[in-house]
Nanobody, 116 residues
C-alpha cells in the first residue's frame, strides 16, 4: 500500500503559477501510472495529467502547454507545475497512483483557486 499527500494549493491571480507536490510513502515510479486529477464545483472529476513508469506523459487538452507533470525519484515526490492559470482551473486537485489497473491510491486533495 502507498499513502499520498498533496500540498501547494492556494489562491492565485489569473495568469499566475503554482506548483503542486505529491509526497508518497514509498517509491511509486517503478511500475504503474501516476497522475493528477481535479474536480471543480458541480463537475465530475477529470484527469489533467498522467505519467507512466517509463516517464511517458499525457496532458488533457484543456491544460496542454500550461501544466507540466514531473517527478523526483530521490524524494518519492511528484509535481504538477501550473502556469498561465485561468479561473476555470479552480478546483480541488488530487494525485493518484495505480500500480495495476485493479488498484488505485488517492490523496486527500489540495484546493486551487484562481481569481479573475
Amino acid at each position: 500500500q502507498v499513502q499520498l499527500v498533496e500540498s501547494g494549493g492556494g489562491l492565485v491571480q489569473a495568469g499566475g503559477s503554482l506548483r503542486l507536490s505529491c509526497a508518497a510513502s514509498r517509491s511509486i515510479f517503478s511500475i504503474g501510472i501516476a497522475g493528477w486529477s481535479r474536480q471543480a464545483p458541480g463537475k465530475q472529476r477529470e484527469l489533467v495529467a498522467a505519467m507512466t513508469s517509463g516517464c511517458r506523459t499525457n496532458d488533457a487538452d484543456s491544460v496542454k502547454g500550461r501544466f507540466t507533470i514531473s517527478r523526483d525519484n530521490t524524494k518519492n515526490t511528484g509535481y504538477l507545475q501550473m502556469t498561465s492559470l485561468k479561473p476555470e482551473d479552480t478546483a480541488v486537485y488530487y494525485c493518484s497512483y495505480s500500480p495495476v489497473p485493479s488498484v488505485s491510491h488517492w490523496g486527500q486533495g489540495t484546493e486551487v483557486t484562481v481569481s479573475p
